[in-house]
Each structure stands twice: as structure tokens, then as C-alpha cells.
């Protein structure tokens, strides 16, 4: 692997005092009822509405919440009509920014992303600009106080992991998105537990941020995160962990 979502650990962290809870179930209800109505309600055939069963365990989601987002999927119940789309762009430091969004209208969306983009120093591009940089990944999150590194080098490559990383506070087990959902499993039935987990877009290389374009970045990231219709946001910025402690501080 040459890189990794650093926007992905850095919002783990900030999750740990993030006090928006009605956003966070926001986005994962909107995931639960656009994955059961293109996959159907059933999990066990669904693969893509197990992974948003899971993201809504992870933030404590209750079981009602979830029963109702994925009958909306299904028609069982009336709803909203979200669609997905992707924008690709560029930050300060000219690093690559990959949108995913789910949205109810399209010409909304994208005006707001465009100025967002705009006002943070960025700018939006045309579809397929920067997607060649992604790759679709599974990444689990493993706390690093938990286990031994080599331990769990050899168990997540036993399970089929193609990867683990190291980051201050995780060990990133990487893998391929048909194998995500196994390797969850195996790691599962080997007594792994994990803080958390997603299919995210992950870079094939890195670009190196520092100073003034880092604070910038990182507004940037934050402001699209904060977007009621942004599900994810990937991007191939690699901010030193001094500087990220710093402007956090």
C-alpha cells in the first residue's frame, strides 16, 4: 500500500469529543435507505446494508431508527429519494478530494459543495480528475493498546487481509472491498475486536502537506465532513502528526 485515507484517522479522533450525534445519524440513515433500496432489507444478501447495519452499531444508533431507514429503502415505509453521486477536485497543496455523496437534489448539492470548495481554497473539477488516485479498500481499526503488532500482522493476514498499517493509535487492517466483510468475520471469530471499520476510497499516493496549507486542509476537510449530504470524503494529503496535534491544540 502506498497510502492510506489519512482524513480517516484524523476523524476518529475527533469522534471521541464530537457532540453532533444528530448528523452522524443522519448520514448513516441515509446510507441504511439507499443501501436496502438498491440491495433489498435483507443483510445477509446485502452486503453494502451490513456494512450500514454495522456503521450504525458503532454510534449506538437505536434498533428503531435503523428499522425505519431500511423499511424506507424497501417502500415499507414513505421517504426520501436520495441519489448518489461523486465529486473530484483539489485542496490547498494541490492535494486530490474525492466526495461521496447522497443527495435528494443534485443541483443543491453540488452548488453547496462548489462553494465550500471555493471558500476553503479549493475547486471542483470534472468526473474522473482525481478518481484514478482511488482505489475502493476495506479499513478496520484496531487499537493499538489492545494487541502486539506482530500478533495481529499474522492473524489479519491469516484472515486475508492484504495490509496493516500503523498510525498513533490504530493499526489500520487493510483489505480488499469483496473480502471486507470476511475478514471482519474471521477477525471477529479470532477474538479481534476492532473501534471501527468502512469501505473507503484509498489513494495510491500521498502528497506531503505542511505549514499554512495544512490549517488549510484541514478546514477544508472539515467543512465538507460537516455537509448534511457528504457521506465520505477521501483525499491523498499526508499532515505530519506534530502539525495535526498542534492545530488541534
Known amino acids: ?32 435507505t439507499v443501501a436496502a433500496r438498491e440491495g433489498g432489507g435483507d443483510p445477509e444478501a446485502n452486503p453494502r446494508l ?6 450504525s452499531r458503532a454510534v449506538n444508533m437505536p434498533h428503531d431508527n435503523v428499522d425505519r431507514a431500511i423499511k424506507k429503502g424497501t417502500g415499507e415505509l414513505p421517504g426520501a429519494h436520495y441519489e448518489s453521486s461523486v465529486y473530484e477536485g483539489y485542496g490547498p497543496g494541490g492535494i486530490a478530494i474525492y466526495i461521496e455523496v447522497l443527495t435528494d437534489n443534485r443541483n443543491r448539492t453540488v452548488a453547496e459543495v462548489r462553494h465550500i470548495m471555493d471558500r476553503n481554497g479549493g475547486r471542483l473539477g470534472e ?28 492473524i489479519a493476514l491469516e484472515c486475508g487481509a492484504e495490509d496493516v498499517l500503523v498510525e ?5 487492517i487493510v483489505t480488499s472491498s469483496h473480502d471486507f466483510m470476511a475478514v471482519k468475520e474471521r477477525l471477529g471469530a479470532k477474538g479481534i475486536s476492532f473501534k471501527d471499520s468502512e469501505l473507503s476510497m484509498v489513494p495510491s499516493t500521498m502528497v506531503k502537506v505542511e505549514d499554512r496549507d495544512a ?35
Not at 498513533?168 to 489500520?172: C, V
Not at 488549510?216 to 505530519?240: G, P
Open 1 to 32: 500500500m502506498s497510502g492510506h485515507s489519512k482524513w480517516s484517522t484524523i476523524k476518529r479522533k475527533k469522534a471521541q469529543v464530537d457532540t453532533k450525534k444528530a448528523k452522524v445519524f443522519n448520514k448513516v440513515i441515509r446510507e441504511l
Open 50 to 55: 451490513r456494512v450500514a447495519i454495522d456503521n
Open 127 to 154: 468526473n474522473g480528475c482525481v478518481a484514478w488516485m482511488f482505489r475502493q479498500k476495506g479499513q478496520i481499526f484496531v487499537d493499538r493498546n489492545r494487541y502486539n503488532e506482530d500478533a495481529i500482522l499474522d
Open 168 to 172: 498513533d493509535e490504530y493499526f489500520i
Open 215 to 249: 490549517e488549510k486542509v484541514l478546514r477544508l476537510m472539515e467543512a465538507l465532513e460537516d455537509h448534511d449530504d457528504i457521506q465520505r470524503v477521501s483525499s491523498n494529503f499526508d499532515i505530519d502528526e506534530e502539525i495535526i496535534r498542534k492545530l488541534g491544540s
